[in-house]
């Protein structure tokens, strides 16, 4: 997501030298409003002001006010609601420059109620305070205040004053009453380029996108003025529903306008083409950029991350060190991000650490962002951490947290978590039952997650969707209930779509059960083309009864086809580096001693008792070869790379990009148990945390 403004910077010391009043002026406006800098400055000039009596006089009043409460930022308000407070019956324009001050302070509530003051005291407001106050009620979210005042403005006659109804419609954007801030734009006779911006950033604060993008094709129908503000919002909309066409016009007629200057606007650009899928052009967009603040690093990072394109992500990030600009929680959480998809646990250790460092606030987002990261990575002590040291937490983060202890064998933990967020009262998604259910598949609780089901729609009003049916059947088929499982799928109130049977045909594989294994095939292929895991499961589950002849036929069909296994890749992050590697690979610059590590490596772990599968071996490969074929998968060669470059009695982390198979599990825990080595390898369904020769999923995957 890109964020639309670059953060505040740290004040710095202010080097104004402090004012000394030799003789008070006649006419202290120029001091009090061009020289007044600092709170020294103020001090002063209020004992003159007392001193000379100046201070009776409404129009010095007010100036000093808008110096206090308005000019000298970063500076506490109660100096300027003192001096108010001590106004002998304070104009219109003394309530108004306060509660301008206020809404700039972010004292909200306190604006509000200083408006309401006004009225009581029966100072006549004018349209300058409906304007300031309107803001306050926007900043707050205050839609009921902000609907009394409507009332009011209108009463009073203010109802056709354009920046009031602007502020108006502002404040109906940020309350996410558009329908009402749209009635309010089609009635105005006359618009200026506020109105239409007032309307553009409501419709995308509220996520709006398609309305904002339609708003604009309507603006430019009747031929009004547009500005660069109106052009960021369209852009970012045009990103969200993925309208390239309008993002081009907008990019031309910033070409040919001289658009390309302003920092914000390409930045929009880039995060438009990253967001429609044209990386490359927003690339190429971003280093044309003579400036690039945090706001455009993070956009190209995010537009990666996306498209992930996760290792020039994080390239990018690194470029973005070395060019000394800080990163904010935008940039953090797209680097997280993709730190999470390649398994990259070193470098999202030391984001963390940043973040520690840089003492950034914890928020909701930042705080899940992590808890992805340390769950897609198996590391769940830090999951827990992270996620008790969180000082808020909404649902997503109690999800993250169950899915990711489930998914990593956790799941008594997992459902203890659960117990814990009911208990704290906060209302379960669908995507937590999703997390839940999966922790009683992990943990073999049959009857639990059936309870856990029906719970959903009876208790929560969810009603299950396909990943929820495709839960249950992952329940019942990893404790060997099949013909349960077949009869749960025969009778649900949706359509079974082709994952649904995939599940089964799994389950079908681990307990050896070819009548549904078949079955199963039978409704895939009636959905949608078998692929290649579809076959090798079957063939599997033919060989495992000693079906030779049929698992031969059924590989032998997938080869006629001309249906390919696709390649698997397994990675590993060696100081801060992803390596990748495939089976049978050679192309890594240190691929001898990475051959001669794996072959040292199978050589002792066959003494110790492991025994190659060569049904796992590539369709291809010659009888005399199969040995060897399996010996070379990915995920090995990602074994023997970290034996070379980790310290003995380290953990070795693996992601794969498909399913582990057969032999390489097996492999794997004997390889745990011979080196002494905990070995966590992140497949494309589960993670697998194998120690001393066993595996977390109790060799069910």
Not at 222 to 233: A, G, W, Y
């Amino acid at each position: 997501m890109m964020a639309v403004a670059a953060p505040i910077s740290p004040t710095k010391p202010t080097t104004t030298k402090p004012i000394i009043i030799t003789q008070f002026p006649l006419n202290p406006k120029p001091l009090i409003l061009q020289q007044c800098r600092t709170i020294k400055d103020l001090n002063q000039i209020h004992a003159h002001l007392i001193k000379t009596r100046f201070l009776n006089d409404p129009s010095v009043a007010e100036n000093f006010l808008e110096s206090a409460a308005v000019i000298i930022r970063h500076q506490p308000i109660d100096y300027a609601v003192s001096v108010f407070k001590n106004l002998n019956e304070p104009s219109s324009s003394a309530y108004n420059v306060m509660i301008r001050g206020l809404t700039l302070n972010n004292c909200y509530h306190e604006a509000i109620v200083l408006f309401k003051k006004m009225l009581e005291e029966l100072v006549q407001p004018d349209e300058f305070t409906f304007s300031c106050v309107l803001k306050a009620c926007a900043r707050l979210r205050g839609l009921d205040e902000g609907k009394q005042i409507h009332g009011q403005l209108m009463k009073m006659g203010f109802g056709c004053c354009g920046f009031v109804v602007n502020s108006l419609i502002n404040m109906y954007g940020s309350c996410g009453e558009l329908r009402v801030a749209r009635q309010v734009f089609d009635e105005m006779s006359e618009r200026d380029v506020f109105t239409w911006n007032a309307l553009f950033s409501g419709y995308t604060k509220s996520g709006y996108w398609k309305e904002a993008v339609e708003l604009f094709r309507y603006m430019l129908e009747v031929d009004d003025r547009f500005d660069e503000v109106t052009l960021v919002s369209v852009l970012t909309a045009c990103g969200r529903v993925g309208d390239l066409e309008m993002g081009e016009w907008i990019k031309e007629y910033v070409d040919a306008n001289g658009g390309k200057r302003n920092v914000t606007l390409v930045t929009a650009l880039v995060d438009m083409y990253a967001k429609c899928g044209r990386v490359d052009t927003a690339r190429s967009l971003f280093d044309q950029m003579p400036r690039r603040d945090v706001v455009a690093w993070s956009a190209m990072i995010s537009g990666y991350n996306q498209a992930s394109r996760c290792k020039e992500a994080l390239s990018l990030f690194h470029d973005m060190q070395k060019a000394n600009v800080e990163p904010n929680e935008v940039t953090m959480v797209s680097v997280l991000s993709s730190c999470a998809e390649l398994g990259a646990l070193a470098t999202g250790k030391w984001v963390h650490f940043y973040i520690k460092k840089k003492k950034l606030p914890l928020t909701v987002t930042l705080g899940t962002a992590l808890l992805v990261f340390y769950a897609k990575c198996g590391s769940t002590e830090n999951l827990i951490e992270v996620f008790e040291h969180m000082p808020r937490k909404n649902v997503l983060s109690w999800s993250v947290l169950i899915q990711g202890l489930a998914s990593n064998g956790q799941g008594n933990k997992a459902l203890k978590y659960f117990d814990l967020m009911l208990s704290n009262r906060i209302k379960p998604n669908d995507i937590t039952f999703i997390g839940v259910l999966c922790a009683c598949s992990h943990a073999g609780l049959v009857d639990k997650g059936r309870a856990l089901f029906v719970s959903m729609s009876r208790d929560f009003n969810i009603e299950p969707r396909i990943e929820h049916y495709g839960c249950m059947v992952d329940i019942l088929g990893r404790a060997g209930l099949l013909e349960d499982a077949y009869e749960f799928i025969q009778n649900m109130p949706i359509k079974p779509n082709a994952v649904i049977w995939r599940t089964l045909l799994a389950s079908c594989k681990v307990h050896k059960n070819v009548t549904i294994g078949e079955r199963s095939i039978k409704q895939i292929t009636n959905l949608e083309p078998l692929h290649s895991g579809d076959y090798l499961l079957l063939a599997s589950i033919y060989s495992s009864v000693g079906r030779l002849e049929d698992a031969i036929r059924v590989r032998s069909e997938m080869k006629q086809k001309g249906i390919k296994k696709t390649p698997g890749c397994s990675s590993i992050e060696v100081n801060g580096v992803i390596h990748e590697f495939f089976s049978e690979d050679n192309t890594h610059p240190e691929s001898k001693k990475i051959y001669e590590e794996t072959e040292k490596m199978m050589k002792k772990i066959k003494s110790a008792g492991y025994v190659p599968n060569i049904s796992d071996a590539r369709l291809e490969a010659e009888e005399y070869d199969k040995e060897t074929s399996v010996f070379h998968h990915s995920e090995k060669l990602a074994i023997a790379f970290g034996l070379i470059k980790t310290s003995a009695g380290t953990p070795i982390r693996i992601s794969k990009n498909l399913r582990v198979c057969t032999d390489c599990h097996n492999a794997t825990k004997m390889i745990s148990k011979v080196y002494h080595r905990e070995i966590i390898v992140r497949d494309r369904i589960r993670f697998h945390h194998f120690k001393n020769g066993s595996c977390s999923c109790n060799d069910y995957w």
